[in-house]
T-cell receptor
């Protein structure tokens, strides 16, 4: 099955800094999603991005399917960006395989 | 924007008791899922459900688990006899289309509910 690895595992930033989170997957995927898990445990959909680049406000994501990785960019980080970021993908199956997450802490 | 909803938000139960976790998927979605997340760990797939039957399940989803769509809107997960290790956050999700055989379209995006935190004492 697909293995999903995320880096870095932990990230500490000061407000206003930029960051890049990486997701590597072991095999081809035909769906890749990025989620933000907030401090209350809710999983918020950020992007559906099996390939290409998308932007939503201060967040953007790029997936290079041929090289089996995806990147999530956070610009001008805010304290509300704190939480855990997960990527998850699947290929020809119903189940999303989640990575281990990147825990982001943004301090004022 | 339509959302997946889940009730209750928190459930505390005694070991050996039965619990039913409830979900209302997005109304035009046809595929439904349960996932769980043990505290501090990653999210794990439990089961997918389509057309009133299980389409895929994980090794975690053993005989003590069952799912049901009792009416046109609800989707439930039942744990027959809870164990301490069942303590976790349980997420329901839904999608318009399925991943298996999918073409990577936006419509197979899975949307997650806010979760039910289950504590087994």
């Amino acid at each position: 099955g697909i293995q999903v690895e995320q880096s870095p595992p932990d990230l500490i930033l000061q407000e206003g800094a930029n960051s890049t989170l990486r997701c590597n997957f072991s095999d081809s995927v035909n769906n890749l999603q990025w989620f933000h898990q907030n401090p209350w445990g809710q999983l918020i959909n950020l992007f559906y991005i099996p390939s290409g680049t998308k932007q939503n406000g201060r967040l953007s994501a790029t997936t290079v399917a041929t090289e089996r990785y995806s990147l999530l960019y956070i610009s001008s980080s805010q304290t509300t960006d704190s939480g855990v970021y997960f990527c998850a993908g699947y290929y020809n199956t119903d189940k999303l395989i989640f990575g281990t997450g990147t825990r982001l802490q943004v301090f004022p | 924007e339509p959302e997946v909803t889940q009730t209750p938000s928190h459930q505390v139960t005694q070991m050996g008791q039965e619990v039913i976790l409830r979900c209302v998927p997005i109304s035009n979605h046809l595929y439904f899922y349960w996932y769980r997340q043990i505290l501090g760990q990653k999210v794990e797939f439990l089961v997918s459900f389509y057309n009133n039957e299980i389409s895929e399940k994980s090794e975690i989803f053993d005989d003590q688990f069952s799912v049901e769509r009792p009416d046109g809107s609800n989707f439930t997960l039942k744990i027959r006899s809870t164990k301490l290790e069942d303590s976790a956050m349980y997420f329901c999700a839904s999608s318009e289309e399925r991943g298996r055989g999918g073409q990577g379209r936006r419509t197979d995006t899975q949307y997650f509910g806010p979760g039910t935190r289950l504590t087994v004492l």
